[in-house]
């Protein structure tokens, strides 16, 4: 099955309490299409650079079989920058610097051979694009959207917009209290399936995720790392682990969904082991089964006790 992925691409600056990268490749699209291409390829990208985007980052798409046909270079614009800071608790950071560059101007083209995707995910950008994309989208199968805090409160009209036009958002703990203005996560999932998609995600950092429909709340574990580097990019990995396997399943009941989250941990998991990308450069898709396994034996256990005399 065919996915379409939008979002930005970045030059990142991070910095955690293990050491530091002034000039990462970074973006949601860039973590997502990676992590999806572990599960069906060419993953078809959307997004824009500008002139000043390492050639090694189109190398690495490249070499994960990323369909570059959407991307705009605009060489005498500058890329997305994004410049975050880990505390000792990796779970909160702060972002020092967000400039948009290239992706003020942007006005996304899908490509014609593009407009027929069956899975779409709207990675992390601003939702009047998100829009855009859609209109440009013949008869997606599920669109998966992605968002942040700094949409919620920048451009909350535009995204209440999106949110009526998508089947699943994913968002994190605090975005998801932010959005709904709820604190209860059961309860703020309900106001948000409320504004549109029929199916929300809540990701909880090293607590997992909630996966919420109808009829069921799922609750993922994460899996408990002893070496954590660098958070950057872990929801984005899960989004892309997530979509890239309904993609290569194309199937949408609610236990495929279950197993989607579980991938969509597992290749968290992974991002999060290394700095950037490079979590997501050389894995294989024997050792994402492997992790997705050991998911089960982490909250396995035996229904009936047989007291011993
Ligand atoms: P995550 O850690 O999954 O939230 O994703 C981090 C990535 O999101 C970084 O590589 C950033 O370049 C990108 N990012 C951060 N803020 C924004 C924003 N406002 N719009 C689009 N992408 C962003």
């Known amino acids: 099955m065919s996915v379409l992925v939008v979002g930005s691409l970045a030059i990142d600056s991070i910095e955690t309490p293990f050491g ?114 859609l209109d440009q989208i013949e008869k997606p199968r599920v669109v998966i959207c992605d968002t942040m805090n700094y949409w919620i409160e920048g451009k909350n009209k535009e995204l209440l917009e999106t949110l009526k036009r998508i089947d699943i958002l994913i968002l994190n703990e605090s975005e998801a209290r932010l959005l709904s203005k709820e604190p209860n996560l059961i309860k703020a999932a309900r106001v948000i399936r409320g504004m549109g998609p029929r199916i929300v995600i809540v990701k909880k950092g090293e607590h997992g995720a909630l996966l919420i429909t109808e009829s069921t709340v799922f609750s993922a574990p994460a899996y408990p790392m002893e070496n954590i580097f660098d958070p950057t990019g872990a929801g984005d990995a899960f989004a892309g682990g997530f979509v890239g396997w309904l993609g290569r399943t194309d199937d949408i009941s609610e236990e495929n969904l279950k197993r989607a989250v579980i991938y969509g941990s597992a290749l968290a998991s992974f991002c999060v082991e290394k700095f950037g990308v490079d979590g997501l450069r050389d894995l294989t898709y024997l050792r994402i089964q492997d992790r997705f396994r050991s998911f089960r034996e982490l909250s396995r256990f035996e229904e009936d006790y047989v007291a011993s005399e």
């Open 20 to 133: 530091s990268a002034p000039r990462a490749l970074g973006g949601s699209a860039t973590y997502i299409s990676a992590a999806a291409s572990y599960f069906t390829n060419p993953i078809r990208l959307v997004g824009v650079v500008g002139g000043d985007f390492p050639k090694e980052g189109l190398r690495f798409l490249e070499e994960r079989h990323v369909d570059l046909e959407g991307l705009e270079i605009v060489k005498e614009g500058k890329t997305f920058h994004w410049a975050g800071r880990y505390h000792y608790d990796l779970n909160v950071r702060d972002t020092l610097k967000t400039q948009l560059n290239v992706f003020e101007k942007f006005d996304p083209k899908i490509p014609p051979r593009y407009k027929n995707s069956t899975y779409v995910c709207l990675g992390n950008i601003d939702p009047v694009l998100q829009l855009r994309v």
